[in-house]
């Protein structure tokens, strides 16, 4: 907790060794500070010859008080943490340094063959697709009719050969109606956009993709209402469209609001009550989570209190939401990476 939090304050690294040694340091000292009334009461019982000075607990609290008075309670503290604060700190940080080691030297199975959610988490269906599904150099557009995939395949090689407005609202369209094609729907439009500033230096397309997500972002509640899995669809979208789409390196402002708006829905208690909702909500902060926290941290620390409400008070909460809310929570605590212990935990590996 300490190194997130000097992670979150500070611009130091929260991987860096002097970090872990402090932190791991300190948190040792306050450790010791609440336990050592009990290590002195130890102490003294198993010093205590015969005929015993201290017959019971209470008997010994009372009556080193009253002889000592309360600072008893702490003799012998100053020696205790000056040997405690290097122990600490020192094994946490060697940890942490032998654990990164480990991991660049011996990657997790999961990253090479594409980790997905252990038999805890098996009936989460995005959630096996997402995590670590590698890239692909066809885009899946086998569910349109042929027309549009001419369309679509033209608008790859020689935008200015079609109506590229009419391919922003094709690619919205079936983004909504097909949660697969909504996860890889962003990569065809970073592709479509690349093509038509090389070719000509415009940006038709993106403008009119924009404009079509904020139409569906102002009706987004009425989406809902109308279709749970065109709601979900549509964040899936929104957020794979926020990952691939940068200006000057950076995520688009413009997308920075309407996709934490998003998830704040999904992490209300009528969304979190439904595990696709949940699913979606999880999946998608694996996906953007990290770059949202940096455009606006204090929103993401707003999400994660109504994220850990939900899962402590577990009101019409199914056993797998309650598992996917724990699962992010200290994904985003080990700062949006997985540990090895969670990764053992919620992750197995995939084999054809």
Known sequence: MLTELVHRA?????????????????????????????DVLRTRFAAQGEPRVYKTLRNAVVTMYRTEGPLVF???????????????????????????????????????????ISPNLGK??????????????????QSFDAATQQLLKTALKDPGAVDLEKVANVIVDHSLQDCVFSKEAGRMCYAIIQAESKQAGQSVFRRGLLNRLQQEYQAREQLRARSLQGWVCYVTFICNIFDYLRVNNMPMMALVNPVYDCLFRLAQPDSLSKEEEVDC????????????????????????????????????????????????????????????????????????
């Not at 094994?91 to 594409?114: D, I």
């Not at 989460?124 to 557009?141: D, H, L, N, Q, V």
């Open 281 to 352: 909500l999880v999946l998608q902060l694996h996906r953007v989570g990290e770059q949202l926290e940096k455009m606006n941290g204090q929103r993401m620390d707003e999400l994660f209190v109504l994220i850990r409400d939900g899962f402590l008070l577990p009101a019409g909460l199914s056993s797998l939401a309650q598992l996917l809310l724990l699962e992010i929570i200290e994904f985003r605590a080990a700062g949006w990476k997985t540990t090895p212990a969670a990764h053992k935990y919620y992750y197995s590996e995939v084999s054809d």
């Open 124 to 141: 989460s269906c995005c959630s096996c697709m997402a995590m670590g599904e590698p890239r692909r150099e066809e885009y899946k557009i």
């Open 74 to 116: 702490y003799k012998g503290l100053n020696p205790t943490l000056i040997a405690i604060f290097p122990y600490a700190g020192f094994q946490f940080s060697f940890y942490s340094s032998l654990k990164h080691a480990y991991e660049w030297a011996m990657p997790a199975e999961g990253k090479k063959n594409g980790a997905v």
């Open 10 to 38: 500070s611009v130091r690294d929260a991987r860096d060794f002097s970090v872990h040694f402090v932190c791991g340091g300190l948190s040792a000292c306050v450790a010791t500070l609440a336990v050592h009334p009990v």
